[in-house]
């Protein structure tokens, strides 16, 4: 069951983000009066034609959902009678090819200022970002941060969730080779504001492949809260034992539980054993439930217990420590328009830090990493599904534009060397770029499968 939810959940959020790319290019080849051949959803042997409108225009639905392509009329790849030679892709002016390949992305970009804007309308919740008990040596505990801390602003930028603290972090610790330190303000006794100086040059590419909070010796505030179940996997070992959101786990093999730490502890320990549960449900004790956590092992080589549910700290004793993000239709579109660009630079500062080798490849994910995203998000609710489907439509727009003939970047390279020099790049240049285009995109696609393979293996 749960291999099904994450494929439909790949698939759904695939052909969604490709047909969003592929409407980019044919709207605007429509705009400019370009005739479409076809339209196609995935590659290879096609499963269902559909012919439609004026120019009899091919929509295909294809074997192979990892892109598509749209076919526009063009010299170059048949012949065209002389009536319809205006309508070529070719014949257009070199303004309109740009405008007509750099679309794809920008829809993909634009679909993420979309969701993005519905999140922050809606409200998306999270934790205040509360620091806990810095680890002993490590640059938070030489920076002066202690338990209580309140994270306001990292770096200029205000923060109001872990989420968005995480975030913060994440950039600085990526520029960490230029700028070193990095300026963190808290509000600590008496709500009193301070600013302190943590050191990011410790930091290695290693580090931020993982935890990196952790790294920094940054940790959040352990309540001293029973722990309560949030989501359920399907077909996880809570589910098979019983178990349901909401429920509050008071305590396993006749321990009694204080914190939600202590919960993943004894969970860990238990690989593929039975533990006793005591379950409180609706304020009402249920019989004990015997529940065997699944054996995972970790990349580590950690052999750790997994029961397939999100644990929090119970609700009323965590309700002062959640905060939601919220804002009218104007500022929503504002902040999704400032997110968005945000993460697409972020995204070219990571892609042009790992070809210098700032940053590992262990950072290159592939369709495996990204289906098993698909499938956690879907299970969190829709609003984790919507930032993730926010996050693949950034990257695919960011991909798209990279100057790697074969992407829509490639194109678009050929197109600004024609703007400069007046007159087209020659066939065997664009033949050469194709080849040398292609062993990159392999040779990308090799890295990103091998990492893939890895973390499937390494569980």
């Known amino acids: 069951m749960s291999l099904l939810y994450t494929i439909a959940a790949f698939v759904v959020a695939l052909g969604a983000l490709i047909v969003i790319h592929e409407l980019g290019h044919y709207w605007v080849a429509r705009w400019c009066n370009v005739k479409v051949l076809r339209f196609s959803v995935g590659f290879g042997k096609p499963l269902r034609t559909w012919v439609r409108g004026a120019d009899r225009t091919q929509w295909v639905l294809a074997a192979i959902p990892l892109g598509g392509y ?19 892709f070719n014949s257009q002016n070199v303004w309109r ?12 970009l634009l679909l993420a200022i979309v969701l993005y804007w519905i999140l922050f309308l809606h409200g998306v ?42 975030w913060a972090l994440l ?10 330190t990095v300026a963190i303000q808290i509000l600590g006794e008496a709500d009193k504001p301070v600013t302190r100086s943590l050191d990011l040059t410790a930091l290695s590419p290693a580090d931020l492949d993982g935890d990196f909070l952790k790294a920094l010796g940054i940790t959040r505030l352990q309540l001293k809260a029973p722990p309560e179940i949030g989501r359920i996997a399907p077909d996880g070992a809570a589910e098979r034992a019983g178990l349901r959101a909401g429920d509050e786990i008071v305590a396993l093999n006749n321990v009694r539980l204080e914190s939600v730490e202590q919960a993943i502890e004894t969970i860990q320990s238990h690989a593929g054993k039975p533990m006793i549960a005591e379950i409180r449900r609706g304020g009402a004790a249920l019989p004990p439930l015997q529940v065997v956590p699944a054996t995972v092992t970790e990349a580590d080589g950690r052999v750790i217990g997994r029961i397939g549910a999100v644990l929090q700290p119970l609700r009323a004793a965590s309700e002062k420590y959640r905060v939601e993000v919220r804002y009218g239709p104007v500022d929503a579109l504002l902040q999704a328009t400032l ?16 070809l210098i080798g700032e940053v590992s490849l262990k950072n290159l994910s592939g369709p495996i990493t990204i289906a098993d995203y698909a499938g956690q998000s879907a299970q969190n609710g829709w609003i984790s599904y919507l930032v993730f489907l926010a996050l693949i439509s950034i990257s695919l727009g960011v991909l798209n534009l990279l100057p790697i003939p074969l992407l829509d970047g490639g194109h678009l390279m050929y197109y600004i060397v024609e703007v400069f020099r007046g007159a087209p790049v020659s066939e065997m240049a664009m033949e050469i770029g194709q080849r040398v285009g292609m062993a990159l995109l392999l040779l990308m696609m090799a890295f990103a499968l091998y990492n893939d393979v890895n973390r499937l293996i390494s569980g």
């Open 97 to 108: 090819r740009i405008a007509i390949v750099v679309a794809g992305p920008v829809a993909n």
């Open 125 to 166: 919740p999270g934790l205040r970002p509360v620091v806990g008990t810095p680890v002993a040596a490590s640059a938070a505990a030489k920076a002066g941060f202690a338990a209580g801390d309140t994270l306001v602003n990292i770096a200029g930028t205000p923060v109001s969730t872990w989420q968005d603290a995480r």
């Open 171 to 180: 950039k600085s610790a990526v520029r960490r080779a230029q700028e070193g």
């Open 70 to 88: 749209v076919k526009m009329l063009d010299e170059r790849e048949g012949a065209v009678t002389p009536s319809e030679l205006p309508r070529a």
């Open 339 to 354: 997110k968005t660009w945000d993460t697409s630079l972020f995204s070219l500062k990571m892609l042009g830090k790992m």
